[in-house]
């Protein structure tokens, strides 16, 4: 699924996401589990500007008391 945005540095509309997991994956600071998320990037075709990183599950960084 891409999201078609406009870079912020050349104006461009042409983007790609990519992802990052195993060491680059992300988990919350005050996590008692192995649990973690790909951490999402969508990078700028044009210039190669990082326009956005996310997770697509944010609510399963919260720690569950």
Do not use: M, W
């Not at 790909?38 to 996310?54: A, E, P, Q, W």
Request: hydrophobic share 35%; glycine share 8%; charged share 20%.
């Amino acid at each position: 699924e891409n999201e078609f945005v406009r870079c912020p540095n050349c104006g461009s509309i042409k983007n790609v996401i990519g992802f990052q997991d195993g060491y680059g994956s992300v988990q919350a600071n005050n996590a008692l589990t192995f649990k973690s998320q790909r951490l999402y990037h969508i990078f700028c075709l044009d210039c190669g500007t990082l326009i956005r990183s996310f997770v697509k599950n944010p609510e399963k960084l919260v720690l569950n008391k």
